[in-house]
């Protein structure tokens, strides 16, 4: 049972234009949500979070928005520039019982940004 | 450079080989976390130490091994793999109830089982 899904493996996009990402979830008891971008042969890096509390964070030219309505979050980045071209995971955040963080990750979107 | 620093970045070993993956943080993070990363599949949680204690073993096969000496040092004990164990391994840190940002991921080890 996946609890996040990231439906699009893929998604091209013309510089300056606006990228969207999208995530869905299905546990109602993830606290916090995160997006992270990834190069080939480098760890995941943070990219922005945003609390089930929150309905939209910004930061520079990254905001994601929750529908808790739809347990569906978006990351949308504008404008886009090559340097973004990277895969992009979905993360939902659970804590155990012992108070440790949980991350479930979603399938990832493979983000190309065109010149 | 992340923070976190896994060790080694490649390996390639034989089904009957035993081999450690080994994974360091002076972040001064309580947590730390085994990944795996497959092709077209999302990133599988493996294991979770806490102060150094596991809480979580996410019904991992027993020819992974995970040892936690202390809060900044992590390994996977590795033996008698599978060629569809193939993947990479990413190791990341947390601190305990740190809000929002997450992980801090290491860069990863890319095992090949031949």
């Known amino acids: 049972d996946q609890q996040v899904k990231q439906n699009s493996p893929s998604l091209s996009v013309q510089e300056g234009r606006i990228s969207i990402l999208n995530c869905d979830y299905t546990?109602?008891?993830?606290?916090?949500f995160l997006w992270y971008k990834k190069y080939p042969a480098e760890g995941p890096t943070f990219l922005i979070s945003?609390?089930?509390?929150?309905d939209k964070n910004e930061d520079g030219r990254f905001t994601v928005f929750l529908n808790k309505s739809a347990k569906h979050l978006s990351l949308h980045i504008v404008p886009s520039q090559p340097g973004d071209s990277a895969v992009y995971f979905c993360?939902?955040?659970?804590?155990?019982?012992?108070?440790?963080?949980?991350?479930?990750f979603g399938q990832g979107t493979r983000l190309t940004i065109n010149p | 450079e992340t923070g976190v620093t896994q060790t080694p970045r490649h390996l390639v070993m034989g089904m009957t080989n035993k081999k450690s993956l080994k994974c360091e943080q002076h972040?001064?993070?309580?947590?730390m976390y085994w990944y795996k990363q497959s092709a077209k599949k999302p990133l599988e949680l493996m294991f979770v130490?806490?102060?150094?204690?596991?809480?979580e073993n996410n019904s991992v096969p027993s020819r992974f091994s995970p040892e936690c000496p202390n809060s900044s040092h992590l390994f996977l004990h590795l033996h008698t793999l599978q060629p569809e164990d193939s993947a990479l391994y990413l190791c990341?840190?947390?601190?305990?109830?740190?809000?929002?940002?997450?992980?801090?991921f290491g860069s990863g080890t890319r095992l090949t089982v031949v």
């Open positions: 990341a840190s947390s601190l305990q109830l740190d809000g929002s940002y997450g992980y801090t």
């Open positions: 546990n109602s008891m993830f606290d916090y």
């Open positions: 945003i609390s089930s509390i929150k």
């Open positions: 993360a939902a955040r659970a804590l155990s019982l012992q108070g440790a963080q949980k991350l479930v």
């Open positions: 972040l001064g993070h309580n947590a």
């Open positions: 130490y806490n102060f150094k204690e596991q809480t």
